[in-house]
């Protein structure tokens, strides 16, 4: 059975919504209209790019190789855009307790206990997030999973 958007989506907020100094994580069914939480991150899907049934280039013990490489970002919402020194000031330590997660993940990865071979690879990088008016200073986490 393949790993669905929404498996992948729940294990990544459960796992990174464990990361010290959050207050709040959101998969990508309860999403909120408004921002009233610092210290937020939200998860949610963004592409995919497959393989498809009838390509043969990639075989493996004479056996078709089909892959899924499927896109989850993890938006880190930190304060209300001030202060830039304040705002990094409260960033940079959020930022390093989701590495820190996402470091961790060697074996059973995010939890996920599927028949499906995965492995992923993640980047972040600084956002000012404009969540209907206000502006947030945050990070996009961009989650890539291979899945086989």
Not at 76 to 104: F, H, K, T
Request: hydrophobic share 40%; glycine share 8%; with cysteine.
């Amino acid at each position: 059975m393949a790993i669905t958007l929404a498996q992948l989506c729940d294990a990544v907020e459960t796992t990174l919504g464990a990361a010290t100094g959050l207050n709040r994580s959101q998969s990508f069914d309860e999403l909120t209209s408004g921002m009233n939480t610092k210290n937020t991150l939200q998860v949610y899907p963004d592409s995919c790019l497959g393989t498809s049934r009838g390509e043969t280039e990639r075989h493996s013990f004479n056996k078709t190789r089909y892959e899924r490489r499927i896109t989850i970002f993890a938006d880190l919402y930190g304060r209300q855009r001030s202060q830039i020194a304040e705002d990094m000031g409260e960033l940079v330590p959020l930022i390093d307790a989701i590495m820190d997660e996402l470091d961790a993940q060697t074996t059973n990865i995010f939890g996920l206990t599927t028949g499906n071979n995965v492995a992923f690879s993640w980047s972040w990088q600084r956002v000012t997030f404009d969540y209907a008016g206000p502006l947030f200073v945050g990070a996009r986490f961009t989650i890539v999973f291979t899945i086989i």
